[in-house]
């Protein structure tokens, strides 16, 4: 017997393919232009959201044509958490009212499905989804690293079901370059599948050959770039992520980050905390941290967001190569020139390209 209520949150794609399943066993295709309504619940303004919510309470408190079974999708409601459209009054009663609907039980033959990509389960109506029906959570971690955890083992899985087999290293490039998105890493998985044909071993000249970079790929990219010491490639990606509408913010922060990660090899090389061999290749290492002194260890276990220590061999071993190409001086000075950059991005009226262009000539140059 089919549930009334199935609500459903969290990654957006596995809540898409979530409900997909559901409606795929809930109404055949031939029976969906009868037997299935969809509302769309993504909103930008009050008025928008009461009326999708206005629209959802009357498709499930309506018989479906002649009585049969009928299905309403209310989708990626986006209203269910404290932003600037949930925080209204108006809307905050219409959903409790659909709330008291589903608790009241919907009619026969009624089934709501509602996708979403984040809920307040303190709110009295997610309790009263969870009741009448099936809560499906797909959450996505709040801090990065475990983001990009929780890609990695998606990745992994994905490829594992392709039938493809991947070293660590090329799940590590392929993460890089594909950024923590589900549909963007399912979607560049089955680009590879089909690239490859008969061969089923990724190799890292395969994800460089087909792979795309997503937006915030784009800006490790630059990073990249500087941490290579390669000016032209550096402005190249600059100008796209300009073009592109990309933060100028964003796009500093992430060079000051790169810099700071090529700061503690640097010294962890000067002062022999790290035993750095060559990998493969020119541009991969491999990476063996030592014993630290005491103070050290308990800054990196305690007051650094992510160890050092535990960052991927491939990630490590690319910036310990990376690093290899500066001197403590030269990124102390490229420290303060993005500080500089960063103030006059907030405080000067140069245009914000100008200003981001001379930074990597003044670095790189």
Not at 281 to 302: I, Y
Request: with cysteine; charged share 30%; aromatic share 6%.
């Amino acid at each position: 017997m089919a549930l009334s209520v199935y609500l459903i949150f969290g990654d957006e794609y596995l809540v898409a393919e979530k409900a997909k399943e559901i409606i795929d066993t809930l109404v055949p295709r031939e029976d969906r232009a009868l037997g299935q309504e969809v509302i769309d619940g993504r909103v930008d303004s009050v008025d928008a959201a009461l009326t999708a919510l206005n629209y959802c309470i009357e498709a499930i408190q309506t018989i479906g044509l002649l009585g049969n079974r009928k299905v309403v999708w209310f989708r990626d409601v986006n209203f269910l958490i404290d932003n600037v459209v949930g925080k209204s009054e108006a809307v905050k009663t219409r959903v409790k009212e659909l709330g008291a609907v589903i608790k009241a039980g919907l009619l026969p033959g009624q089934i709501l499905i509602m996708t979403s990509p984040k809920i307040d389960k303190r709110q009295i109506f997610y309790k009263a989804c969870k009741e009448a029906g099936k809560v499906h959570e797909f959450a996505v971690p709040d801090k990065p690293y475990l983001v990009e955890r929780q890609a990695e083992q998606m990745a992994g899985e994905v490829f594992k079901k392709a039938g493809l087999k991947v070293s660590g290293d090329a799940l590590q490039m392929f993460q890089e370059r594909v950024g923590t998105d589900t549909r963007q890493i399912v979607n560049e998985i089955e680009k590879l599948d089909v690239f490859l044909g008969q061969r089923r071993d990724v190799r890292l000249s395969d994800i460089e050959a087909v792979t795309c970079s997503s937006r915030n790929l784009l800006a490790w990219d630059l990073a990249d770039a500087f941490g290579k010491r390669d000016m032209i490639r550096a402005l190249e990606i600059l100008r796209q992520l300009i073009f592109q509408k990309e933060s100028p913010i964003y796009l500093i922060v992430t060079l000051e980050g790169r810099i700071r990660d090529l700061m503690i090899y640097r010294e962890a090389m000067d002062k022999g905390w790290i035993r750095v061999e060559k990998g493969r290749d020119d541009r991969s290492r491999n990476v063996e941290w030592r014993k630290l002194p005491p103070e050290v260890e308990t800054m990196f276990s305690k007051e650094f967001e992510k160890d050092p220590r535990h960052t991927h061999p491939y990630r490590a071993g690319l910036l310990a190569a990376q690093a290899e190409l500066y001197s403590s001086q030269d990124l102390e000075e490229c420290r303060r020139a993005v500080l500089d950059a960063h103030e006059k991005l907030v405080s000067s009226s140069i245009p914000e390209a100008m200003i981001l262009e001379i930074l990597l000539i003044k670095m790189l140059g």
